[in-house]
Structure formats: structure tokens, C-alpha cells
């Protein structure tokens, strides 16, 4: 290849890891705020904010609900991975709980941790346990979108998006370097 073509090459592929990386992140996003709007539960922030991607390095917490017979007492919190048919909803194939937080006096879920970080890549729904006795049945809840096998939530790869900029300028920057050294070899 020449080095021009080589360039254009290397320019073309920064320009495209620059640009797509966010673009990704914002689709990702914006398909879980729409999922998550209806259901009785949502993963948030620590501070109550819902979150629906998440990195490795994060926490996630649950919030909402409504528990109206579980009052003042626990209820039992599975993390499950996308996917599952309704006989594998059980804590064998749970990849995180169960988390035993209780319900407030008004029947509400407060903000609760679920898993800490270290997270493993994928994606996950949540199953409430409500009766706390670990099979799926009446009166338990799981996100609804489990039929239709859309994730509750998503635990990506920490970005890299403040290190591309500077990766794709330093290619550039080197391309440009090696061009100017090949004409200058080239002049007698």
C-alpha cells in the first residue's frame, strides 16, 4: 500500500471509533429508558436515578414497586440473566442473590443495593421473590419485558471514550509524521 492510502485508512478507522462509540451508549440508553418506563421496578443510582447501563466498576441498585401485603417485612431480590425460560426462574441460575431488602410502611422498595461492583458483562432482568420462597410463582414479579427478552439493564466494558480522542490523534499525528518523511526521502 502507499502511504497515502495508508493514511486514509488509519484516518478513516479513528474518525469511525471516535464517532460510534457514543452513538452505541446513547442507543443503549435510550432503548432501556423506554423498557424500564413501565415497569413496577427500576435499577437506579445510589441516589434514586434511573440507570439502566451499567459499568463493571458500578453498583446497581433497585427501586419502586409495590408491595401493598409485604408491608414492614422482606422480600427476596435475584438477578437473572437475560434469556431464561419461566423453569429456569429458581437461585440456581441467579448470577447475583438474594439481596433481603424490606419493603417500607407505605408497600414501596426503598433504594437498594443489588450488586456490587465487579459486575460480569451481559444482560440481566430482576426477579422479586415476594413470598420468599424461592420458586416462581404467584405473588413474585420479574420484568415484564422476560417475555419478550429485553434486559431490565446492561453491564457493559468501562469505555474507553476520554482515550480515543487522544489515540486517534496520536495515529493521525504519526501518519501525518511518516507522509511528510516519505516525500521527504523521495526529493533529491
Not at 421496578?41 to 434511573?50: A, H, R, V
Not at 440473566?81 to 410502611?105: C, M, Q, R, W, Y
Not at 511518516?178 to 526521502?185: G, I, P, S, T, Y
Amino acid at each position: 500500500m502507499k502511504p497515502r492510502q495508508i493514511l486514509t485508512a488509519v484516518l478513516i478507522i479513528s474518525v469511525m471509533l471516535t464517532l460510534t462509540l457514543p452513538i452505541l451508549q446513547a442507543t443503549a440508553n435510550a432503548d432501556s429508558t423506554q423498557s424500564a418506563a413501565l415497569t413496577l421496578f427500576t435499577t437506579c443510582d445510589e441516589n434514586g436515578n434511573p440507570k439502566f447501563t451499567f459499568q463493571l466498576s458500578d453498583d446497581v441498585y433497585v427501586k419502586g414497586g409495590w408491595f401493598p401485603l409485604r408491608k414492614n417485612q422482606q422480600i427476596s431480590i435475584y438477578v437473572m440473566p437475560n434469556g431464561l425460560k419461566i423453569s429456569e426462574i429458581d437461585p440456581a441460575h441467579a448470577t447475583v442473590g438474594p439481596v433481603s431488602p424490606t419493603v417500607n410502611s407505605l408497600g414501596t422498595l426503598p433504594i437498594t443495593k443489588i450488586w456490587s461492583h465487579d459486575l460480569k458483562i451481559g444482560q440481566y432482568d430482576i426477579w422479586i421473590d415476594v413470598n420468599k420462597n424461592g420458586k416462581f410463582d404467584l405473588p413474585d414479579i420479574i420484568h415484564f419485558h422476560y417475555f419478550t427478552n429485553l434486559p431490565l439493564f446492561h453491564v457493559v466494558p468501562e469505555t474507553l471514550t476520554g482515550s480515543i480522542g487522544a489515540v486517534a490523534t496520536m495515529i493521525c499525528a504519526f501518519s501525518v509524521f511518516q507522509l511528510h518523511r516519505a516525500r521527504k526521502l523521495r526529493k533529491p
